[in-house]
């Protein structure tokens, strides 16, 4: 059983020998220049305003979830738009669009609760 995965053990050293090799290599044969602009974070070529420590509105975090989480869900319709000629061909096509009709009728449900308590409007 150790046989089979010798392949990906030495290909795991290899890796790591490669990553170490370079990291070695740019230590001892890079410049090393000190410069009061190198430890400052890099804004765009602006120079940088305020903390970076600054602290958001829970409506940002908000809205931020309900867009992964409505983006996903879009994922699945994709999918299932992808596979619905297939569900047509073997006969479970009615059933199928049944399953994905009530999924969509949750999503606007849940669009609609989301827009009702104002957790689509910015400027609260």
Same mark, same amino acid.
């Given at each position: 059983m150790v046989e089979s995965y010798l392949? %990906?053990?030495i290909l795991f050293v290899m890796v790591v020998a490669f990553a170490f090799a370079n990291m070695a290599l740019?230590?001892?044969g890079g410049r090393k220049r000190k410069n009061v602009g190198k430890g400052e974070p890099?804004?765009?070529?602006?120079?940088?305003e305020g903390?970076?420590?600054l602290r958001l509105s829970i409506h940002f975090y908000l809205v931020a979830v309900l867009f992964i989480l409505f983006d996903v869900?879009? %994922?699945f319709l994709v999918l299932w738009a992808v596979g619905a000629r297939s569900f047509a061909e073997t006969? %479970?096509? $009615?059933?199928v669009f049944a399953e994905i009709a009530a999924? $969509?009728?949750?999503?606007a449900l849940a669009?609609?609760?989301v827009w009702r308590k104002g957790g689509l409007e910015w400027d609260r």
């Open positions: 392949p %990906v053990l740019s230590e001892l890099y804004e765009c070529g602006m120079e940088p903390n970076a420590r869900e879009s %994922v006969g %479970v096509g $009615v059933f999924f $969509v009728g949750l999503l669009l609609a609760y």
